[in-house]
T-cell receptor, first 113, second 114 residues
Framework: AQSVTQPDIHITVSEGASLELRCNYSYGATPYLFWYVQSPGQGLQLLLKYFSGDTLVQGIKGFEAEFKRSQSSFNLRKPSVHWSDAAEYFCAVVYNAGNMLTFGGGTRLMVKP | DTEVTQTPKHLVMGMTNKKSLKCEQHMGHRAMYWYKQKAKKPPELMFVYSYEKLSINESVPSRFSPECPNSSLLNLHLHALQPEDSALYLC?????????????FGPGTRLTVL
């Protein structure tokens, strides 16, 4: 069964510091991978997605993610975090086009001033 | 316009009440979804409509009844709910059904069952 793991439940970073949120997927086939962000009381917004090709994917709001098959990872990065980035971040995976999204447990990001 | 709207934003209901949640999109998407999200948890898929037909029901109790009157509207009818059904209910839409197509989410309806 498809699954995705986000090892960090909470992460706190200082404003202006760099950020990396971890995501690991299971299963052997090449997955379709997504990062969504959810601000408090809001729905989810897609930050970026990886289907194939260049393993470094650029997204909105200055985020990027790198697909590493050897590590079964799709970590999200941002070079300089802003206070408005404080939110819940979900990694999600799909293995076949007909399947639905499977979400990881989420990582709550807090930003210190 | 990439907006999915949901009404109401908040809903409090008793276990004997009947209420409905509404979702609307005008992006021409042919797939619409209902998710349930408990606090500090990821969204869980409940139903998928594709071309106005129910294509996926993730073993959701019959006290939740979805309806897709047309390609822009999605309703979730609620009846005889339990307190454990209290959650954020998210609607989403995508061009076509399937996890690879970008899903656009609404802000959700926060439901409290007393």
């Amino acid at each position: 069964a498809q699954s995705v793991t986000q090892p960090d439940i909470h992460i706190t970073v200082s404003e202006g510091a760099s950020l990396e949120l971890r995501c690991n997927y299971s299963y052997g086939a090449t997955p379709y991978l997504f990062w969504y962000v959810q601000s408090p009381g809001q729905g989810l917004q897609l930050l970026l997605k990886y289907f194939s090709g260049d393993t470094l994917v650029q997204g909105i709001k200055g985020f990027e993610a790198e697909f590493k098959r050897s590590q079964s990872s799709f970590n999200l990065r941002k070079p300089s975090v802003h206070w408005s980035d404080a939110a819940e971040y979900f990694c999600a995976v799909v293995y076949n086009a007909g399947n639905m999204l499977t979400f990881g447990g989420g990582t709550r990001l807090m930003v210190k001033p | 316009d990439t907006e999915v709207t949901q009404t109401p934003k908040h809903l409090v209901m008793g276990m004997t009440n009947k209420k409905s949640l509404k979702c609307e999109q005008h992006m021409g998407h042919r797939a619409m979804y209902w998710y349930k999200q408990k606090a500090k948890k990821p969204p869980e898929l409940m139903f998928v409509y594709s071309y106005e037909k129910l294509s996926i029901n993730e073993s959701v109790p019959s006290r939740f009844s979805p309806e897709c009157p047309n390609s822009s509207l999605l309703n979730l009818h609620l009846h005889a709910l339990q307190p454990e059904d209290s959650a954020l209910y998210l609607c989403a839409s995508s061009q076509i059904s399937g996890g690879t197509d970008t899903q656009y989410f609404g802000p959700g309806t926060r439901l409290t069952v007393l």
